[in-house]
Structures are given as C-alpha cells and as structure tokens.
C-alpha cells in the first residue's frame, strides 16, 4: 500500500490553503485498510473535538465511537444529508443519539422560465465526506460512513495533519451548517 502513496502526494498541492507544510498524511483503501475501524480508532484516540459532515452516517460502530466520545468530554458536532434518515438509519431512534447532529435541509431554491413562472429547482445534496479531529487532523475522502462503504465498495480516506488544511475544512463546516442546516429533532418532528 506504500507505493500508493505517491499517488496521494500528487493531490496534496491541490490542498491550496495549506501554508504550512504536511507533517503527517495517511491514505487508506476499503475494505483491505478497514476503514470504519481506522476512523473508530482516530475517534477513540481524540480528546478535544470532532466535527464531521457526511452524505450517509448510517455505520452503527461509528455513530457509537461518536457517542463515546462525547461521553469522555469531546465536542461533537455532526452534518448529514437528509439520505442518512433512511428507513432503519440508527439517527431515526433519536433516544440513541445524544451528541449534535445537524441535517443538511436548505430553503428550496426556484429558476425562473419564461412568461414568468417559477419552478422548484432539484434540491441539492450535502455529498461531503470529511471529518475535523481536533485542531491539526482531517480526515476525508470519498468514505461514507456506512457498513457497505466499509465491507463492499471500492472507497478512500486520505488523512492530512496540518492546521491550516484543518481550519479550511473548520470553515467549511461552519458556512454549511449556517447555510441550511437544522438539528436532526427538529428534522424530525417536520416529517411527523
């Protein structure tokens, strides 16, 4: 797996707000790198914060490291889109939720078509995969957070150590839960 990660530093420039240089990175390929319990363990190991936005946050071991977490005094905050609510999504049994989690639900936004009338444009998904521990550590890639992005699919994480790369993904955080975002209980009760 080392020879891979040339293929990594191909893409580290492409991380522009960087302006420090990368002290550490790590690149992991699913499912011989066992991503989930790779990101449980960075999970177990952090002791000071976790901000995570995911498309799908359905894998039960992660939503439980998650919760742990939190217990031990780590603040967790967590933005999913909407696709996560799935029928037997473990973020539905709300009870077994306790730490933030936020839903990705923007105001619908309209085209305007000729002689005046307005249609609803296709709503837009919140496809990131990425996850802030702490001030220095981002760990992102194409991982959905779900047993078969684990177990079956073909998915990577590439994990970068550097403030500045964490502060831009810190920002972009902040500006999608400013942007549309609501808090998965009052997500809920509009379904109701």
């Known amino acids: ?6 293929f ?3 893409f580290l420039p492409l991380l522009s707000s960087a302006k420090e240089p990368i002290s550490h990175y790590e690149v992991f390929f699913s ?18 914060s976790i901000k995570a936005a995911v ?6 071991g992660i939503v439980k490291a998650f919760k742990q977490a939190q217990e031990r005094g780590v603040v967790i905050e967590v933005i999913v889109d909407p696709y996560s609510l799935r029928s037997k999504s473990v973020l539905k049994q709300i009870d077994k939720v306790s730490f933030p989690v936020f839903v990705w639900s923007p105001e619908p936004q309209y085209r305007e078509l000729s002689g005046g009338r307005r249609v ?6 919140m496809h ?3 996850c802030i521990l702490g001030d220095d550590r981002v760990w992102t890639g194409s991982f959905n957070f779900t047993l078969d ?10 994990v970068v150590e550097s403030r500045d790369v964490a502060s831009a993904y810190l920002s972009e955080f902040e500006k999608i839960k400013e942007s ?5 209980k009052t997500y809920l009760e509009a379904l109701k």
């Open 1 to 6: 797996m080392k020879w891979l990660l040339s």
């Open 8 to 10: 990594a530093l191909a």
């Open 31 to 48: 499912s011989q790198d066992h991503l989930a319990e790779e990101l449980i363990s960075m999970i177990e190991k952090e002791r000071k």
């Open 55 to 60: 498309y799908c946050l359905t894998h039960r």
């Open 120 to 125: 609803k444009k296709r709503k837009s998904l």
């Open 128 to 130: 990131d995969k990425f």
């Open 149 to 158: 992005a684990a177990t079956a699919h073909q998915e990577n994480a590439l």
């Open 180 to 184: 549309g975002c609501v808090p998965l």
